[in-house]
Each structure stands twice: as C-alpha cells, then as structure tokens.
C-alpha cells in the first residue's frame, strides 16, 4: 500500500526500504491537520506534525489520547498504520 500511496501523493517525502517504501509520518500527519493543532495541554508542534509537546499541564492521557487521534485518522486517510516510537515501558 506505501508504494501506491507515494505514487499517488507525489509530494509526499518518500524512499524505498528493503521490502517496500518508508513514508514521512510528519507529511502524513501534517496533511491529516495535525500540524499547531492541540488537546487538552497536549499539541504538535507548530512546525513539525511529528514533534508532540506537552505545551501546558498535559497530563500522559492527554498525550496518549491524542497520538492515538493522529495515529486513527492517518490510518482513516490514507491506509497507513503509525507505530509510536519510542515504544512505551508501561
């Protein structure tokens, strides 16, 4: 599905992988309105959609609540399934 996305989004920043093509999480979740946009004290940074910052007094909930907006309406667009890096401990 990576391969026939990037065909189709010629803008979107992409590079094959062993296997298939590496998509740009932040053009995704740019494009999906995430870019400055926040919840709670919880937002992506103005100039990066990758970048997630407790702006406020976020608590974890907000954080993860909101990451996992993103990561469902990326997969809702555009097929693709996120993975949170780094990985949690809990």
Same mark, same amino acid.
């Given at each position: #599905?990576? $391969?026939? =996305? $990037?065909?189709?989004?010629? +803008? #979107? ?5 062993? @296997? !298939?093509?590496? =998509?740009?999480? @932040? ?5 999906? !309105?995430?870019? !400055?946009?926040?919840? @709670? !004290? ?5 100039r990066h959609a990758l970048v997630l910052v407790n702006q ?7 954080? +993860?609540?909101? $990451?996992?907006? $993103? %990561? +469902?309406?990326?997969?809702? %667009?555009? @097929?693709?399934? =996120? ?5 949690? #401990?809990?």
């Amino acid at each position: #599905m990576s $391969a026939q =996305l $990037a065909d189709t989004c010629p +803008t #979107m920043p992409a590079h094959p992988v062993d @296997g !298939g093509v590496k =998509l740009s999480a @932040g053009w995704l979740l740019d494009a999906c !309105g995430f870019k !400055g946009a926040h919840l @709670g !004290g919880a937002g992506f940074y103005e100039r990066h959609a990758l970048v997630l910052v407790n702006q406020r007094d976020a608590s974890f909930d907000d954080v +993860t609540i909101f $990451a996992a907006q $993103a %990561r +469902t309406a990326v997969q809702a %667009r555009y @097929g693709v399934r =996120l993975e949170q890096e780094p990985k949690t #401990m809990y």
